[in-house]
């Protein structure tokens, strides 16, 4: 079935870009979002249908481009997930557009070629060389759909999140042709290959270190940008990374605590660059970021337990992800902008409010939601193999829990005389919903989704690790956090009085807090790092370049003096 969808991806591809200007605009987008939901109803409900209908296999020496017909078990809720995920962004970025807007088509289009592109990544063996052939397609096929948008600057120079991907592409390249050899033997590729595969799972995703790489997505409308850097880009990397570890022998300790330390210091600096930011596309990036190290550090880790983290954690980033885009195009819609900070009054928005509460607790990790779970299993492995790694993520789970606060007080504002009623529409609430309800019902019953999914996974536990009682005081947690919500939201506000415009700026103490918080920011994108050994290299050009005119003008002598002593020393001889 992995080929039928595949083709009817690649059709509604072509036939956005091509009715591009003759079919308004929001039609194509709810049609093409219609085919992605039939997509993940066809996968789900016959994934092995027509197992003789496969992609043909290419081979260049000992370099094999090999596709499957068909998605592992394991990863069949993970492509639904992405299928439904990718209609519920699609349908919102088209109700965001007017009408009778034409001219926009591309973007599903391209969006369309990327997530096929992702799809056919599901199904190639960690080995195959398709796989960053793959990566190249969907970071190129994004950023055309970021560029038809409209909303992406022109950058000076040559867009971050493009040539971070095509790098990460051509570095899984030549880590795969180095490490084939070794594979071939049984044996583990060298260190050298294994940090090149780490760092493109890294530049693919944009995940920190490197988490200039979403740049140009988080610009983009959010239904968009949480595609790319919610449900794509996860998909290619983060899929990637723990298919690649379960193919693999057993790790070397110095390779586990690399991707260990790298994922924890991550997911702090990550949480650490959201609290800094003012603004809600930013925000939801670096949010993105933080639940992505958490799986880094989970595919570091051994054992079952890292094994069930590391998929529940991706499929709760990316449901978590689209519910958070979701609140933001509502709030967005009704005050025109996406800044939380220094903001004008607004209406007071109690499902969007609810909504982004219920992301909140997913991408934290709080009850009743799916993501406790997920993150209950990665804190008890890492007490078994990694107990150094808790603080740094507590600490990061803490400043994330505080950055996703602040924006609260952007839905639910206090009363004021001056905003507006909100704007009549629940579209955007409700695909919200949709997608925090399968993390509620796997949060309240999670041998569902043992049922339906974990036990398919290939290091997967002989059976759920829950004992009754943790999964009746997490129900009881829950409920108690759901009433307090509800009191908060209906707890009258005072307003404020104003400040005279004669008084001094009082700076708040979340500001205060930011400020302080930017040397452990620093880690979650390194551009600085770049240019400053940029600017090293310049400088050492120009003293080369120093040493090198003094001799520049007296090479005709230096060949003269060469040719003799070789005519010397053939005479000798």
Known sequence: MLVIVVILLLIVA?????????????????????????????????????????????????????????????????????????????????MAIAPKVRDFGGIFGWASLATAATLLVQAAPPFSMFTPLAWAVV?????????????????????????????????LLGALLGARAALAHGELPAPGLALAILLAVLAITGTAPLGMARDEAVTAPAPLGALIYG??????????????????????????LTMVGVGALGSMASAAAAYSERRLHPLLGWVSSAQASLVVVAAGLGGPLAALAGAALLFNLMLATIAAAAAVVDLERNTGSDTFAEAEPGPRLKLSGTLWIG????AVGLPPLWGFWGRSWLFEALLDQAAWAIPLLVVGHALLGLALLLPLARFWPAPD??????????????????????????????????????????????????????????????????????????????RQVGRDPEEEPVQLAADGLAHSLRPFAWFARTDALFGWLWERMLTASRLLQIVMSVFEQRYYLLGVMVALLTVMLLMAQ
Do not use: K
């Open 139 to 171: 970071v190129m096929a994004s950023y055309a759909a970021l560029r038809s948008t409209g909303t992406v600057l022109e950058p000076n120079g040559l867009p971050r999140g493009l040539a971070l991907g095509l790098l990460a592409s051509g570095l």
């Open 14 to 94: 072509a036939a956005c870009i091509g009715l591009s200007r003759f079919v308004p605009t929001r039609q194509l987008g709810l049609g093409a979002a219609a085919l992605f939901g039939l997509s993940g109803l066809l996968i789900a409900a016959l994934p092995n249908a027509l197992p003789d209908l496969v992609f043909p296999t290419f081979q260049v020496g000992a370099a094999s481009f090999e596709v499957a017909g068909q998605v592992a078990a394991g990863q069949i809720t993970l492509v639904v997930t992405l299928l439904w995920g990718a209609g519920l962004t699609l349908a919102a970025l088209a």
């Open 417 to 494: 005389p001056r905003s507006r009623p909100p704007m009549s529409g629940l579209f955007d609430p409700l695909s919200g919903m949709l997608a925090l309800l399968p993390l509620l019902i796997f949060g309240l019953a999670p041998q569902l989704a043992w049922q339906l999914w974990l036990h398919l996974l290939p290091a997967s536990a002989a059976s759920l690790p829950i004992i009754p009682s943790m999964q009746v005081a997490t129900l009881v947690i829950g409920v108690v956090i759901a009433a307090l919500v509800w009191l908060f939201m209906r707890l009258p506000v005072v």
């Open 359 to 362: 992301a909140s607790l997913a």
């Open 231 to 256: 449900l794509l880009l996860p998909m290619l990397g983060l899929g990637y990374l723990l298919r690649l570890v379960d193919a693999l022998p057993n790790l070397p300790t110095s390779w586990a």
